[in-house]
């Protein structure tokens, strides 16, 4: 991914094991982002292609990704403000109308029967994020922690194949970090979902993540166990130009 005279992401191949969680790290400007965006359709790359599953998805808008399997998760949660909890699940798990469930949720009211499943799904997802609670409250009043339990909520409700999480974990209290942090292992563990995250908390990171790659200057460095990645000196040079640290102590 090129812009201008700069390659953001260059020369990057690796794939995301199914049903394992994959960790994504580096320094700041690494293209760990960047990447996101390629794998979740926000940016085209300058070439190289996007598999999801063996399809070609390269050029699929981010919409059409999402109908196939794709869920992501933004660093600034990105929910509807002025919609309950409840209904911002209900107009993420819409498969029916696309773009256009937002206006379709709020225009034809929430119990038609036909969203009655719907309506369940986002009900067990509230219930198992410990929302519940809160389900009748305008998204927007939520705290910054719940908001991002929201968010995972939303990548939950179309059953989605891979779950990018852009640092889910930014900005949070510790107690919540763990909350959140059981919560993805759970999915893991329990019901098969796959996820992909970039994460600067290395801790996190060991906790949550059997497989981490390490990106520099736009570039795949290395890949391993967080254990293996910690200790690689290429990485330490990465992060601290050499100095006597270890990668996350
Ligand atoms: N839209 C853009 N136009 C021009 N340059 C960009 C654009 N998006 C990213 N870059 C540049 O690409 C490089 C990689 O940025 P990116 O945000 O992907 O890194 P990152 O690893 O996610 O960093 P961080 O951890 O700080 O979020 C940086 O040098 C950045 O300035």
């Given at each position: 991914?090129?812009?201008?005279?700069?390659?953001?992401?260059?020369?990057?191949?690796?794939?995301?094991?199914?049903?394992?969680?994959?960790?994504?790290?580096?320094?700041?400007?690494?293209?760990?982002?960047?990447?996101?965006?390629?794998?979740?359709?926000?940016?085209?790359?300058?070439?190289?292609?996007?598999?999801?599953?063996?399809?070609?998805?390269?050029?699929?808008?981010?919409?059409?990704?999402?109908?196939?399997?794709?869920?992501?998760?933004?660093?600034?949660?990105?929910?509807?403000?002025?919609?309950?909890v409840l209904e911002?699940?209900?107009?993420?798990?819409?498969?029916?109308?696309?773009?256009?469930?937002?206006?379709?949720?709020?225009?034809?009211?929430?119990?038609?029967?036909?969203?009655?499943?719907?309506?369940?799904?986002?009900?067990?997802?509230?219930?198992?994020?410990?929302?519940?609670?809160?389900?009748?409250?305008k998204a927007g009043?939520?705290?910054?922690?719940?908001?991002?339990?929201?968010?995972?909520?939303?990548?939950?409700?179309?059953?989605?194949?891979?779950?990018?999480?852009?640092?889910?974990?930014?900005?949070?209290?510790?107690?919540?970090?763990?909350?959140?942090?059981?919560?993805?292992?759970?999915?893991?563990?329990?019901?098969?979902?796959?996820?992909?995250?970039?994460?600067?908390?290395?801790?996190?990171?060991?906790?949550?993540?059997?497989?981490?790659?390490?990106?520099?200057?736009?570039?795949?460095?290395?890949?391993?166990?967080?254990?293996e990645v910690r200790?690689?000196?290429?990485?330490?040079?990465?992060?601290?130009?050499?100095?006597?640290?270890?990668?996350?102590?």
């Amino acid at each position: 991914m090129r812009f201008g005279g700069l390659a953001a992401v260059d020369d990057v191949s690796f794939a995301i094991g199914k049903g394992i969680i994959t960790g994504l790290i580096g320094p700041n400007g690494a293209g760990k982002t960047t990447l996101f965006n390629i794998i979740a359709g926000r940016l085209f790359p300058t070439s190289g292609r996007v598999l999801l599953e063996g399809d070609d998805i390269t050029r699929l808008p981010p919409h059409e990704r999402s109908h196939k399997g794709l869920a992501r998760t933004f660093q600034i949660p990105h929910e509807f403000g002025a919609l309950t909890v409840l209904e911002n699940l209900m107009v993420a798990g819409d498969t029916s109308r696309g773009e256009n469930a937002f206006n379709a949720v709020l225009r034809r009211g929430l119990f038609l029967r036909e969203e009655r499943a719907v309506y369940e799904r986002a009900r067990d997802t509230l219930d198992f994020l410990e929302l519940s609670h809160v389900k009748s409250e305008k998204a927007g009043n939520l705290s910054g922690g719940q908001k991002k339990l929201l968010e995972l909520g939303r990548s939950l409700m179309r059953e989605p194949r891979l779950i990018l999480l852009d640092e889910i974990g930014a900005g949070i209290n510790r107690t919540l970090l763990g909350k959140i942090a059981e919560k993805i292992k759970r999915l893991n563990e329990e019901r098969g979902f796959t996820f992909c995250l970039i994460e600067h908390d290395l801790d996190y990171v060991s906790k949550l993540c059997s497989d981490v790659i390490v990106m520099a200057q736009g570039k795949v460095l290395t890949r391993g166990t967080i254990d293996e990645v910690r200790h690689d000196e290429r990485v330490i040079e990465a992060y601290f130009g050499g100095g006597k640290y270890e990668v996350g102590t």
